[in-house]
């Protein structure tokens, strides 16, 4: 009943810019944390990004600088702002919400975007 939509991966040239959004839709009463994770082959996946419904935003160090996640709590939406880019950023990135569903009190699930490529090239 619900679910996570991602858009604005793509690929970008090392030192570009690209801004990944990710809206919440469905059956939901509230909405926690919401985040960005990363995987790469043989990898397992990683925080990149973390923003609470109030609280202090969390980065993985070797992004802190470079990225900038944001929400719009109206909307469901999660952003995160990518600049300066490199290589190893590449790998597919993933939206994460912990959400209360309606019917559901005392209740929260995390749900995952369905993933969007991003390739840095050098």
């Known amino acids: 009943q619900v679910q996570l939509v991602e858009s604005g991966g793509g690929l970008v040239q090392a030192g570009g810019s690209l801004r990944l959004s990710c809206t919440a839709s469905g059956s939901i009463y509230s909405i926690g944390t919401m985040g960005w994770y990363r995987q790469t082959p043989g990898e397992q996946r990683e925080m990149v990004a973390q923003?609470?419904?109030?609280?202090?935003?969390n980065y993985l160090d070797s992004v802190r600088g470079r990225f900038t996640i944001s929400r719009d709590n109206v909307k469901n939406t999660v952003y995160l702002q990518m600049n300066s880019l490199k290589p190893e950023d590449t790998a597919v990135y993933y939206c994460n919400a912990h959400v209360r569903p309606l019917g559901y009190p005392g209740v929260t699930s995390a749900y995952w975007g369905q993933g969007t490529q991003v390739t840095v090239s050098s």
């Open positions: 923003i609470p419904s109030d609280g202090q935003t």
